[in-house]
């Protein structure tokens, strides 16, 4: 069964240093989604990406924040200037077939700022 | 998209018994869907039950809908445990909203 993957699956970085966190969506899923979980807290959303452009997006969504699917199939999230409360589990999730609305979550990356 | 509110917070059960969770939503929906999460890991889609729907199987799974009083069920018979994880419910209107998720069920389940 098609997966959605995620690399790195732990990136850690000093405060500050730009990071790029890597997702491979479903082939022919058409919405692309970011979210995160800092440690014991609720899973959050961060943006959404359809039709090549950002649909919606969260406060915690700031302009450190972008994301970019270079070549029809990546699915990236920059950080440009990390913070220590940038700590967290990213996730990046597709959707959807025809008629069909079920999110497919990749493993996530854990990333650690110093 | 609405945060549904899972109840209870958590449940311990032995293996083999039955896992009950329900899940409270405000305003109407297209469907609801229902996903878990092992500890650390991504979420996976478990099931999904449209609002036209009152109930819905899926294996062990079974999945209840009342749109009159806005609420779902999720029950996990002879659960193992493999099944330990939180369960976490999502409302949802439109294909491609966003998920907006509550603090889920924690279930522990004892060997």
């Known amino acids: 069964e098609p997966e959605v993957t995620q690399t790195p699956s732990h990136q850690v970085t000093q405060m500050g240093q730009e990071v790029i966190l890597r997702c491979v969506p479903i082939s022919n899923h058409l919405y692309f989604y970011w979210y995160r979980q800092i440690l014991g807290q609720k899973v959050e959303f961060l943006v959404s990406?359809?039709?090549?452009?950002?649909?919606?997006k969260s406060e915690i969504f700031d302009d450190q924040f972008s994301v970019e699917r270079p070549d029809g199939s990546n699915f990236t999230l920059k950080i440009r200037s990390t913070k220590l409360e940038d700590s967290a589990m990213y996730f990046c999730a597709s959707c959807c077939r025809a008629q069909s609305y079920e999110q497919y979550f990749g493993p996530g990356t854990r990333l650690t700022v110093t | 998209s609405q945060q549904g509110e899972e109840d209870p917070q958590a449940l311990s059960i032995q293996e083999g018994e039955n896992a009950t969770m329900n899940c409270s939503y405000k305003t109407s929906i297209n469907n609801l869907q229902w996903y878990r999460q092992n500890s650390g890991r991504g979420l996976v889609h478990l099931i999904l039950i449209r609002s036209n729907e009152r109930e819905k199987h899926s294996g062990r799974l079974r999945v209840t809908l009342d749109t009159s009083k806005k609420s779902s069920s999720l029950l996990i018979t002879a659960s193992r445990a493999a099944d330990t994880a939180s369960y976490f419910c999502a409302p949802d209107k439109a294909a491609g909203n966003k998920l907006t998720f509550g603090g889920g069920t924690r279930v522990l389940v004892k060997p």
């Open positions: 990406f359809y039709n090549n452009e950002i649909s919606e």
